[in-house]
């Protein structure tokens, strides 16, 4: 059974630095394209970033662009999203995911990680 799992979330100061991992369980078609999203209490999901698998295309959202760098280690089928100059507004649950489309748009993914939260404290 396909599975994505992510690491590398917990608590961290207004300023600071935090890399979160995703991992997938199988090897990742070239057609891939993985995912980060965000979902923060009270709100909807929201897209953070994206990068295709087999090529140096990469999509931020404006709210995160200059601060996070998703990269990927396909000999390790990992995607990373590196979060820096973190805001309390970027506090959520961190969710990646895979499909097929080059979309911001979540319906676009069919498999999810089950998510890691990331607080910032101000």
């Known amino acids: 059974q396909a599975q994505l799992v992510e690491s590398g979330g917990g608590s961290v100061q207004a300023g600071g630095s935090q890399r979160l991992s995703c991992v997938a369980s199988w090897r990742l078609y070239s057609s891939s394209v993985v995912a980060w999203f965000r979902q923060a209490p009270g709100k909807e999901r929201e897209f953070v970033a994206l990068?295709?698998?087999?090529?140096?295309?990469?999509l931020y959202a404006d709210s995160v662009k200059g601060r996070f760098t998703i990269s990927k280690i396909r000999t390790e089928n990992t995607v990373n999203l590196q979060m820096n100059s973190l805001k309390a507004e970027d506090t959520a649950v961190y969710y990646c995911a895979v499909g097929s489309r080059y979309d911001s748009n979540s319906r676009a993914y069919d498999i999810w990680g089950q998510g890691t939260q990331v607080t910032v404290a101000s």
């Open positions: 990068i295709r698998w087999h090529s140096s295309s990469i």
